[in-house]
Nanobody
Framework: VQLQASGGGSVQPGGSLGLSCTAS????????MGWCRQAPGKQREMVAYMRSGGNTFYAPSVEGRFTISRDSTKNTTYLQMNSLRPEDTAVYLC???????????????WGQGTLVTVLQ
């Protein structure tokens, strides 16, 4: 399973950015699609994820500002980030829990990071 992320960039505080991530390859099913981020000198943190049934999780620091969605027909997840703050600056990584075949366990896959910079 390969993950291809796009989006990101630089924005002024209060601005918006969108990220997308598409999974491809040998995929039987995708359970969870989500986004983590890692800022310099900080631990990686889960930002948001969405289960196949539609349940979502948001980190308290982004709730109300970020929105995760997914298009299961395209194996794609989106992260709309509004009201961005300098502390949102980080490398954002796409992650999915997917099965490659019926009867196999979910495996977590990671995409390459995409940098989001919110200018001071």
């Amino acid at each position: 399973v390969q993950l291809q992320a796009s989006g990101g960039g630089s924005v002024q505080p209060g601005g918006s950015l969108g990220l997308s991530c598409t999974a491809s390859g040998s995929i039987f099913s995708i359970n969870v699609m989500g986004w983590c981020r890692q800022a310099p000198g900080k631990q990686r943190e889960m930002v948001a994820y969405m289960r196949s049934g539609g349940n979502t999780f948001y980190a308290p620091s982004v709730e109300g500002r970020f929105t995760i969605s997914r298009d299961s027909t395209k194996n794609t997840t989106y992260l709309q980030m509004n009201s961005l703050r300098p502390e949102d600056t980080a490398v954002y990584l796409c992650t999915v829990d997917a099965k490659e075949d019926y009867g196999r366990s979910n495996v977590r896959y990671w995409g390459q990071g995409t940098l989001v910079t919110v200018l001071q």
